[in-house]
């Protein structure tokens, strides 16, 4: 009986400490920013948006209190020069994924307001044209975690 109790217990405590960060139909998964030198001016944060509803949606606004400001971006090929261009709005398909990751689609930061230190965390609200706003709580980790790879071959 004891036994029984401590895996109830523990079962409890982990799923009230597992975050789900959902709007409607939509998902953030695994928001993450990378470790950056304590006098870097701007930072990115990354995540994956899953849409298992069957119409599309549109994140179309973010923020968060460490920078002054928060701006959608993507990369583009100019000539034979990989830029980084800001976009006013990103598309997340039905039944589809809007991934956000070094190299693509990211979120800029600029004016950051503390560091970004590893195994600290910080709050980004995204809002979406149709689910509204979501709070998603960003980990600053040293490397890029291993998960948001797979997401990387859609």
């Known amino acids: 009986m004891r036994l029984l109790i401590t895996v109830l217990l523990t079962a409890f405590c982990t799923l009230a400490m597992a975050q789900e960060f959902t709007a409607g139909a939509l998902r953030v998964d695994q928001p993450w920013s990378r470790a950056l030198p304590p006098n870097a001016p701007a930072g990115a944060a990354y995540f994956v948006i899953q849409n298992s509803g069957t ?6 606004s973010l923020s968060t209190p460490v920078a002054d400001k928060a701006e959608l971006h993507t990369h583009v090929m100019n000539g034979e ?3 980084m261009q800001k976009v006013e709005s990103v598309e997340v398909p039905a039944g589809g994924d809007a991934i956000f990751a ?6 800029m930061l600029f004016g950051l307001k503390k560091p970004l230190v590893a195994g600290e965390s910080f709050p980004l609200t995204l809002v979406f044209q149709n689910a509204g706003a979501v709070d998603v709580e960003v980990k600053i980790e040293q490397d890029a975690p291993t998960p948001a790879a797979e997401h990387m071959d859609h």
């Open 55 to 60: 119409d599309a949606d549109t994140l179309v």
């Open 81 to 83: 020069v990989m830029k």
């Open 102 to 107: 070094p190299g693509g689609n990211h979120v």
